[in-house]
């Protein structure tokens, strides 16, 4: 069975990788499939965000790393794969997850969205945090790997 674990990844986390890491092993392929939305802000460019991911995940044979924009629903129908991984940290993001698994599911009713539960010690571990913590001096070697560390040190070091 292949799987789509979709997201913005900006950056990549130890959080993505250990999803990635624990799907590798139970389906036959992961497509991480990164969003290419201009609207939002992110540090990274797609182009960068790609090149982390694949930077990190090159052991994994059986992922491949994807970009899309627009709809999930019509990247998966494309894809010709109509079922997606989503992480499940805490309460807190299951609201949300709920509904853009109801959204996606009235969109096309043979897409399949499955949560897989974060392990504890990344339960509270995003993106967002590593950035922030990062931004104020902080030290995030045990949150990303280093080609992301030395990644995003030099965005704040250049100003972002
Ligand atoms: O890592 P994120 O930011 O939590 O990932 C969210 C993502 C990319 C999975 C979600 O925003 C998405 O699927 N966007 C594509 C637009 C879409 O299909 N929207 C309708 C469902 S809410």
Do not use: W
């Not at 540090?43 to 059986?62: H, P, Q």
């Not at 129908?77 to 997850?97: H, M, P, Q, T």
């Amino acid at each position: 069975m292949i799987v789509i674990y979709p997201g913005s990844f900006d950056p990549v986390t130890y959080g993505h990788i250990d999803i990635i890491d624990r799907c590798s092993k139970k389906f036959s392929k992961v497509v991480v499939s990164v969003l290419n939305n201009r609207s939002k802000k992110n540090m990274f460019s797609i182009d960068e965000r790609v090149k982390l991911l694949k930077e990190v995940l090159k052991e994994y044979d059986n992922v491949e790393i994807d970009t899309f924009s627009g709809l999930l629903v019509d990247y998966a129908k494309e894809k010709k794969c109509n079922k997606v991984i989503r992480g499940l940290r805490a309460v807190s993001d299951f609201e949300y997850e709920m509904q853009m698994a109801l959204v996606n599911k009235k969109l096309d009713d043979e897409f399949e969205t499955f949560f897989m539960v974060a392990r504890g010690r990344y339960a509270y571990l995003s993106s967002s945090i590593v950035k922030e913590i990062a931004t104020f001096g902080g030290n995030i070697s045990c949150f990303v790997p280093k080609v992301v560390e030395n990644a995003i040190n030099e965005k704040i070091g250049g100003g972002y």
